[in-house]
């Protein structure tokens, strides 16, 4: 089997980049999406496997299989394969970004005050009092004057969907809290 060419975008190596993720291949055409947490290697949030077939008229076509760490109701974190299959590295590697569980990692992470990062958004007093007052998440402060800080973790959890939060998200691409179809924007605390 023949591998398929790999070519990541520009604005996806940022996203990877701000979020402390970053791509390891793996065989031939394979590619890891790790968590940089300190541990060689990182840890690996999911995988894009491409491969090269023929369609019905001979046509040389690519896909690539996507695999993701994802968590199974309120029950342990597994890899899961989904469908369907991505023709482009770049929708197959963003594929895993949105659906990818590893807020816990993140947590644990939190705990060293050098790895620790935070957001912050402007969303007033009354929105900055009901995230605070939120039991997940966990990680979301009133800092006071209507903005909220956001863990690291926090902003992980609320990117990928969550039964019960369809009022409640983080953008997977843009750095936007979504509460209710009004946007804050989230500022990384330097």
Known sequence: M???????D???KQVLEERRLFLEPSGTAEIRVCLDNGSPGGFEIG?????????????????????????????????HWSD?????VNAAIRMVLYVSHY????????LSP?????????VGEELADWLAGLD?????????????RLAESAVAFLRVPHFGYLYLSVH??????????????????R
């Open 10 to 12: 520009r604005t996806l």
């Open 136 to 148: 997940e998440p966990s990680g979301m402060t009133n800092i006071g004057g209507g903005k909220v």
């Open 47 to 79: 995988r894009v496997a491409g491969s090269i077939d023929r369609d019905f008229w001979g046509r040389d076509v690519v896909m690539w299989a996507v695999c993701a760490r994802r968590r199974r109701g309120e029950g342990p974190l597994d890899m």
């Open 172 to 189: 997977p691409d843009m750095g936007h809290l979504m509460i209710d179809m009004e946007d804050f924007p989230l500022t990384l605390e």
């Open 103 to 110: 807020d816990d990692i993140l947590r644990r992470m939190e």
């Open 114 to 122: 050098d790895a620790a990062r935070a957001y912050t958004a402007d």
């Open 84 to 88: 369907p299959f991505p023709r482009d």
């Open 2 to 8: 023949r591998t398929p060419k790999i070519k990541i």
